[in-house]
């Protein structure tokens, strides 16, 4: 049985606790052909859910684990000190953040070019909110059925989504490990964010690609639904990964949905289907227009009024109001529209163009 060799930040225990309704089970492990774990992986539970991660580093020996802790203490320090100022998927964006900028202050003298990929998944309540960055991956089984719940930024999976190679080349191909994102690489992290429902007997994993680069997708699901506890799934997972030649470093994070929850009463983000985003666009789309708020607020007020002093024109009012209330809203959108695709541009692969076969310029160096 594969041991541990780099304690993660933090372990969650294997009892749930009176007042959660999660289980959860993290373990990492150094893999079969490597001599340093630059994984890292996080769990921390609370009443009303939890933040979860796994952080893949890269830049050679040290500077690698160094990158992979560095981003998880960020994010789990800044995630959790804002709760009584942010709901949880602006604080897991500005977190994301946060361990982007470390990352980026540590990569000096001999850990210039470190970073690592990062997937996070914070639960509140009925919900669950993901921020993903590089290969790590997330995924959702569910009634029998696993969904990846993260699509990859590297160059073999933009070549996959392109039509230019199969899954199963993409799986050996020689540039399988080469990454198109990742924190570290600039001042504001380019990421994914969005959330979705759980459901009662949900099971989550969270994993680097030591495993799902490793073990097929139908093998994951056969051991995620035998129903173990979440360590010891974690553990049967690795020791997969580790059978099959244990070629890079492991980490799984196994969570449970013990308990149908209500859903919180703020918005999820949608998923985007344009790849990573930066994240002041991200968090800009989710605040909204402040002016076209106070606007619109200014609008109902003025026509209620309006409205209650001149009885016989109300019916005017109320639609000269109602048509300039549809036209704001389509301003404010096209707006956002507009502020994401000027950011889509700057988020394509490093390498070359959306449309480009041609092989990358920069190696994730795990």
Known sequence: MATSHSPPIYTASMRRSATSPLL???LTDTGRQRSINEDAGLAVESAQGGLYAVADGMGGHAAGELAANLALDALGNTFLQGKNRRRPPERLAEAVQAANMEVMRHAVGEYVGMGTTLVALAIDRGAAILAHVGDSRAYLLRGGELTRLTEDHSWVAEQVRLGNLTEAEARDHQWRSVVSNALGGEERVRLELY???LRRGDRLLLCSDGLSGVVEEQDLRVMLGWRLPPELTAQRL?????ALGGPDN???VIIDVGAQQPMPSYSLPPRQNDGPV????LLGLRRGSSPAVYLALALV???????LLFQEERTLILLVTAVLLVG???WVTRCNRLKLRRALPDALPLGGSARSSEPPDRQNLN
């Open 24 to 26: 959860s089970g993290l």
């Open 195 to 197: 959330g979705f429902p």
């Open 238 to 242: 690795i020791d997969a990964a580790n």
């Open 250 to 252: 492991v980490t799984a």
């Open 278 to 281: 930066y994240v002041d666009v």
């Open 301 to 307: 007020y003025f026509a209620l009024m309006g409205a």
């Open 328 to 330: 704001l809203l389509g």
